[in-house]
Structures are given as structure tokens and as C-alpha cells.
């Protein structure tokens, strides 16, 4: 199983332990810094870091009812030169 997959997508219908369940691992894969999302030969390891993104969104339409929780990052590179450092200095005119 590979760490390079892009896209990860399960669907199913659970009942409300088993969504509890879930959500406590990703509460705990938050964290420990580690999120693990594996189905049959499907395999992803997210390594969230620094602010993250939220979105959380609820709908209801007639007797059904939506919720929808989004997290997003950017995951950077130990020797991306886009992440460098800001610097800001103030300098006298002597010098």
C-alpha cells in the first residue's frame, strides 16, 4: 500500500457508535500528528501541521439532514524554499 496516494474516498452507512469511533481516531491522529485512512489496498497517511483550515456545514432538506466537516493544510517540504522565513528589520540611516 502506498503513502503517494493523491485522493482517498469511503462511503457507507454506520450506525452513530461506529461514526463516534471514527471520530475519536481522527481527534487522536490529530494529536499524535498522524492520521492513517486505509480501505481494502487503499492506504493514506496524512501528517497534519501548522494552522489548518475548517469548514463546517449542516443542511436539511425536508426530513433529511447533512453534516459536513472539512480540515485542510499545506503539507511542506523540509527543503521548500517557498517556506522560508519571514524577515523584517527596521534600519537607521547611519548604517
Excluded: C
Excluded at 44 to 68: D, F, H
Excluded at 87 to 95: C, N, R, W
Amino acid at each position: 500500500m502506498s503513502d503517494d496516494l493523491k485522493n482517498f474516498k469511503y462511503e457507507s452507512v454506520q450506525d452513530i457508535e461506529t461514526i463516534i469511533s471514527y471520530l475519536e481516531a481522527i481527534t487522536e491522529g490529530f494529536r499524535s500528528g498522524e492520521l492513517l485512512f486505509a480501505s481494502q489496498d487503499k492506504e493514506v497517511v496524512y501528517r497534519p501541521q501548522g494552522l489548518l483550515g475548517l469548514t463546517i456545514e449542516a443542511k436539511k432538506k425536508g426530513s433529511r439532514r447533512k453534516l459536513s466537516i472539512k480540515f485542510g493544510w499545506k503539507e511542506t517540504n523540509e527543503d521548500s524554499k517557498d517556506d522560508a522565513p519571514l524577515v523584517i528589520k527596521a534600519l537607521h540611516k547611519d548604517q
